[in-house]
């Protein structure tokens, strides 16, 4: 039997740059979906809660309270985007070698 | 001309065995159904405290202060003894830490006795959603083969 080598390669080349390409791009748009969609909250806590400080229902403490919480949101948010961008490698890097894996010893 | 065919097939072979082992290194730790039910626990509790800094005075709450409180201890350090998990550490370290959100928290309600009906709706949102951000970095953490 004999094995192109070339052909192999070509193979391997194409599945792993559409398995990029798919994996890669759902990544990137989760990410910046989630960024927007924070953003969106932060800004609508403080207009609320600078609303809600003029009118009496928050004292000055409360208030900076909240702010606190929020900046500490932003901050853990960025710790769970870091963690899943993490785990997408990881299962990004098996897929990859599954490909390769899968191409080549239908080949052999 | 077969030997060579031969000497190929075992190097595809090797390869394919070599790239199999160095990819399996991960870089965070997998999914733990114990640490994801500790995260919603405390979510719940916690939600349950900030409700109470309304209706409560401090001096009263202590008991369930301290419930929750070591709780989120609790996660920390069972986050803390697994490998390749210390960004989900470092959340509960932020939930801990004398500088951030919860202290502060607790130390107003002991200063004002009672938080007003608006900062606890308030907290609740916010808290919400950091615990919210706990249970999603567990929950998206890749499930172990089976």
């Known amino acids: ?108 | 001309m077969k030997r060579m065919e031969s000497r190929l097939r075992t190097f595809l072979t090797g390869l394919l065995i070599v790239i199999s082992f160095a990819g399996c290194k991960p870089l965070i730790a997998l999914y733990d159904a114990s640490a994801y039910s500790q995260a919603v626990s405390i979510k719940v509790d916690l939600l349950n405290l900030l409700d109470k800094a309304a209706t409560t005075e401090f001096t009263a709450a202590n008991a369930d202060i301290s419930m929750v409180t070591i709780e989120i201890q609790k996660a920390m350090e069972y986050s803390k003894g697994k490998d390749l998990n210390s960004l989900s550490t470092s959340q509960y370290e932020i939930l801990l830490s004398g500088s951030h959100s919860y202290k502060f928290f607790l130390q107003l309600w002991e200063k004002e006795k009672k938080l007003s009906k608006g900062a606890s709706t308030e907290y609740k949102e916010t808290f919400g959603m950091i615990m919210d951000k706990i249970i999603q970095l567990e929950n998206g953490k890749n499930k172990e083969k089976k």
């Open chain 1, 1 to 108: 039997m004999s094995i192109d080598i070339q052909t192999i390669i070509s193979t391997i080349e194409g599945k792993v740059v559409d398995y990029a390409k798919t994996n890669l791009t759902e990544l990137a748009t989760n990410a910046v979906s989630d960024a927007q969609g924070l953003f969106a909250t932060i800004k609508s806590n403080l207009v609320r809660r600078t609303q809600m400080l003029a009118e009496g229902q928050l004292t000055k403490d409360e208030f900076a309270g909240l702010l606190l919480a929020d900046a500490d949101l932003v901050q853990m948010d960025a710790l769970t985007q870091a963690g899943l961008a993490l785990a997408k490698i990881d299962a990004f890097k098996q897929g990859i070698f599954q490909v390769i894996i899968d191409s080549v010893t239908s080949m052999i």
